[in-house]
């Protein structure tokens, strides 16, 4: 069964029940110190760009890797994830969902 959505389409789950718990939280900043704190995007590294990376991302998305089988422990393995800056981030993102960017929700609950 899928998320459960609340009115504003951001799921009603907690961070921590989609898994993004202390587990992550320690296995993030792993990544984050592994990779030097440097984004390790084709963007940035095609381009010979040395840029700070805040964020964790998976290399294989989440959703991409269930559809393909593998296992929390494949998707979540080191060798899966990247730090990466927040603008790759979003763009990385927005290239896996086809070139839709995530909807914005405005305070009403409904999209803007």
């Known amino acids: ?3 459960l959505m609340s009115r504003s389409n951001w799921p009603a789950e907690s961070r921590h029940a989609r898994g ?3 587990a ?3 296995l993030r900043l792993h990544v ?3 990779d030097n704190g440097l984004c390790q995007c084709q963007h940035c590294k ?3 760009r040395v840029t700070s ?3 964790c991302d998976h290399i294989i998305s989440k959703a ?10 494949q998707i979540n393995d080191p060798s ?3 730090a990466i800056n927040t603008d790759c981030h979003k763009r990385k993102t927005v290239e896996e969902n086809g070139g839709k960017p995530k909807q914005r929700i405005g305070l009403d609950g409904w999209a803007i």
């Open 53 to 55: 990376a805040t964020e």
């Open 24 to 26: 992550w939280d320690k």
């Open 46 to 48: 095609a381009a010979g």
């Open 20 to 22: 993004y718990g202390t």
């Open 80 to 82: 899966n994830l990247q």
């Open 32 to 34: 984050l110190r592994r």
């Open 1 to 3: 069964m899928g998320a």
């Open 64 to 73: 991409k890797g269930k559809a393909l089988g593998w296992t929390n422990e």
